[in-house]
Structure formats: structure tokens, C-alpha cells
């Protein structure tokens, strides 16, 4: 199992759409690096029985947790508690990179 | 409930130890940021049923998860597994920041 990783060394990008990279995987969480394009962003959606901590490694974004939406930046962190439909969006111009720790992990 | 969080205005050291700021608390996990003034660290120690994420946000320092020891700085993630002993120290010169997600929170 793999226990040191180096964010930025992970952190991939796609053309097409905003890219997962994951870190680590148990049982009782996952840990990834979401990667965005200008112009990306993951959808507004929610998950039933899991919580979702987000931080912004580096860039610019959007995210919105329910009806609060916020500029954020880097050394943001966010929640988005269960049931609570979330989103990111990177406007641009850079790019942007987002730590991201969900607990439990979806079944 | 809070969801947004600025990293750096949370971020308080302590002289006497190591300090831990909590960000957001839910039933499934918490998310802290641990400040560590130069010579200050956090013991070795395991949770028999969570797993704990760390995350550099800035400085450097040591981490320590079971027998793998390596020297960390930004953008080092490290996943401390259940039952699996670990502990951070930052020998200095600078200050340390950690951010912590661990799951499920400890009852």
C-alpha cells in the first residue's frame, strides 16, 4: 500500500474533461487530486451517507456546496456534507488543482 | 454549519505545542490544520479504526507512518492507515502546516 505521495508529481490533466487522479484508497475513505482545464468542472451532485472535504492545492476556481457558492483559491477548504449537492468549476485562465478526501467511500 | 475555510487565517501556533485547528467536524470525519513552530511534534501514536490523511500546506518536516520515515514538504500527501503507528515533527528552521483528515472521527 502505498502511504507518501507527491501531489503535483500525481496531478495529471485530461483535454476532454476534468481529470481524478487518486492517491490513496481504504476502506473507510478515498484521496484524490481533481485536475481542471480552464473551462472544466464537475457537476452538481450529491452523495447519500458520505462527507466530502475539498482543498484547493493550486489555482483559481468555483465551488458551490447547496446554495453557497464562493470564489476559492489556494489554502481553501471546503465541506460538502452528505446530501448537500456540490460543484466545481475552473473559469480560468490557469489551471486548477484540488485536493479532495470523501469518508466513507461510496459503495 | 461552516463549509468554507481559509487555511492560513485558521492556522494558530502555540509555544508550549503543537496545534491543533479544527476546520470542519461532522459524524463521519474531521478536518484540522496542525501548526508546528520549529522543535515541536506529535508523538507516535495509531487509531484502531480510522485512517488519517496529512496534507503539507507549507514548510517542511518529518513524517513517520509505521517503519517508512521520509522528509515532507508542499504537496506531500501521506495516508496513515489504521492501527499503523505514526507521528510528524518539524525540526526547523520554519514553521510547519498540516492539514488532517481523518476518518471516521475517533468516538
Wanted: with cysteine; charged share 20%; proline share 8%.
Amino acid at each position: 500500500m502505498r502511504l507518501f505521495a507527491n501531489v503535483d508529481v500525481e496531478a495529471h490533466f485530461a483535454p476532454e474533461k476534468m481529470k481524478k487522479n487518486n492517491l490513496f484508497t481504504t476502506d473507510r475513505l478515498f484521496c484524490d487530486v481533481y485536475c481542471f482545464e480552464p473551462g472544466q468542472q464537475q457537476s452538481p451532485h450529491s452523495h447519500a451517507a458520505s462527507d466530502k472535504i475539498y482543498y484547493v492545492v493550486d489555482g483559481r476556481g468555483h465551488i458551490t456546496i447547496g446554495d453557497e457558492a464562493h470564489e476559492v483559491s489556494q489554502h481553501t477548504a471546503v465541506l460538502a456534507p452528505a446530501g448537500v449537492p456540490h460543484s466545481v468549476g475552473n473559469p480560468g485562465p490557469g489551471r486548477l488543482k484540488v485536493l479532495v478526501v470523501m469518508a466513507p467511500k461510496p459503495s
